[in-house]
């Protein structure tokens, strides 16, 4: 059940993306198109970084034999569509918040994996020679009101105090020196480790590699049922049905029926929009002193997220509507340009090229759910990234890969990652708590 158009989840569309047109093609015979009738050990349904991590590690490094489901090419979902930030935390919380929740102890494990996550992307775009169009040094966490600044210090120290993690802060005026400046500009935090990468380029990549190791992937091949034949998984798609003893759910945004329920009706998918612009010249951009391709989000609840691309587009994205409808699609659209235009004046005519949306999976937890069902210790999942999943889900679907291969426990598991994501009451009325969520964080935004 979603509440949002029908359209959103239509894997025969294109996204419209900048990347689609951008990407190398995938080499015939990875993506094996329309799964007909078979037999496997482990199903993933999902074909975006989580389920291409997990295949990957299935096949390489268990020998197990392993199929991907996914409703439209591979990478269709968010794993294609993204802003291309590479960064933690993939959590809603702030990390204040972290801590109070699950104590210090859990709250560094927690991090200290993602920290792991996003040294995994760049080691395996270099060990496998993929050229993800691997972009700056550190992620700016910008004020965008002098107010918000004194936030950011306190997450500086946070992040040194508990995390061990070295956090520059720069004044509005530094900020305006090394990086960039804008109406929205009043001092910044460089979060370490992060970058910028094209994101089906990685898609691909990993799709590629899957193969290689002998991962059976299927892209066309939506599972529209589920059902249980004494130990086996009967997973039926429009073109055949395929067994299995154990499934993993990698779906994220897009997980609704016939996904679980203690699944489907426990996440949030919130739209995320992105527009990008013509390349800028070098007067437009030192007109905003723009001298950093490193990516960059502002302190607001409902965030933008922006960065300068390697070919000078400049990509800025933020949440979108709930309907999902494509009237209220072109409303975002003519919202966002004409919030790019007011926050980077100087680049106000600059023309948009490309706009595009997809889901981002939240859930009330407000932090990513790893593990098996209780109820059926066959069915894996891992999802709910809350928009910062670049990093995140890779290397989820390999420890996923691990818990299903006998090299990790649940146990091994970090508490904020641990378990399914938490029961939203009355969960049919999810689309109106998104709605007055969204109403609250845009009044406290102004």
């Given amino acids: 059940m979603s509440w949002y158009h029908e359209s959103m989840y239509d894997a025969g569309r294109a996204a419209g993306s900048l990347w689609e047109e951008t990407a190398p093609q995938l080499a015939p015979g990875i993506d094996l198109g329309p799964a007909g009738d078979g037999n496997c050990d482990v199903a993933i349904i999902g074909g975006g970084y989580t389920g291409l991590s997990a295949a990957l590690h299935l096949a390489r490094d ?3 034999d392993v199929r991907l489901l996914e409703a439209g090419p591979l990478g269709w979902g968010a794993s294609g569509r993204n ?24 709250a ?16 395996f775009a270099e060990t496998e020679a993929i050229d993800i169009e691997l972009q700056g040094e550190g992620e700016l966490h910008v004020a965008h009101a002098p107010s918000r600044f004194v936030e950011l210090e306190k997450e500086r120290d946070l992040l040194s105090r508990v995390f061990g993690i070295d956090a520059p802060l720069y004044r509005r005026e530094e900020v305006a020196e090394r990086f960039y400046d804008s109406r929205e500009q009043f001092g910044a935090l460089l979060m370490p480790l992060s970058f910028g990468l094209h994101p089906l380029r990685f898609a691909r990549g990993l799709a590629a590699v899957a193969a290689r190791a002998g991962a059976r992937l299927h892209g066309r091949s939506p599972v529209i049922r589920w059902e249980r034949e004494g130990q086996r998984h009967r997973l039926t798609t429009p073109s055949g ?6 499934v993993l759910v990698a779906t994220n945004g897009f997980t609704r029926e016939p996904m679980p329920d203690a699944l489907a009706s426990r996440i949030l998918p919130v739209m995320s929009n992105i527009i990008v612009t013509r390349p800028l010249t070098e007067s437009e951009l030192a007109a905003q002193s723009w001298r950093t391709e490193s990516p960059c989000a502002n302190t607001r609840n409902l965030l933008f997220y922006y960065r300068l691309l390697p070919d000078r587009r400049f990509l800025f994205g ?3 509507d709930t309907t999902g409808t494509p009237e209220d699609g072109l409303r975002m659209r003519r919202y966002m340009e004409r919030r790019l235009r007011e926050v980077f004046p100087g680049w106000a005519d600059a023309e948009i090229t490309h706009s595009w949306r997809g889901f981002v999976c939240m859930g009330l937890r407000r932090t990513p759910s790893i593990g098996a069902l209780t109820a059926d210790p066959s069915v894996f999942f891992a999802l709910g990234y809350h928009g910062n999943g670049v990093a995140a889900a890779p290397w989820a679907g390999r420890l996923a890969a691990q818990l299903i291969g006998g090299k990790a426990k649940i146990p091994d598991i970090p508490l904020p990652l641990r378990g399914k994501p938490a029961a939203i009451p ?3 009325l999810r689309g109106w708590y998104l709605r007055a969520a969204l109403g609250y964080y845009w009044l406290m935004d102004r």
């Fill in 318 to 320: 933020a949440r979108g």
């Fill in 62 to 64: 268990f020998s197990i």
């Fill in 241 to 246: 049905t395929i067994t299995a003893s154990r």
């Fill in 108 to 123: 560094r494990r927690f991090i200290d994996t993602q920290r792991e996550a996003i040294a995994f992307v760049r080691s």
């Fill in 83 to 106: 802003g291309g930030f590479c960064t933690l935390p993939p959590m809603a919380l702030s990390l204040g918040g972290l801590v109070a929740r699950y104590g210090g102890e859990e």
């Fill in 426 to 428: 009355f969960p049919s």
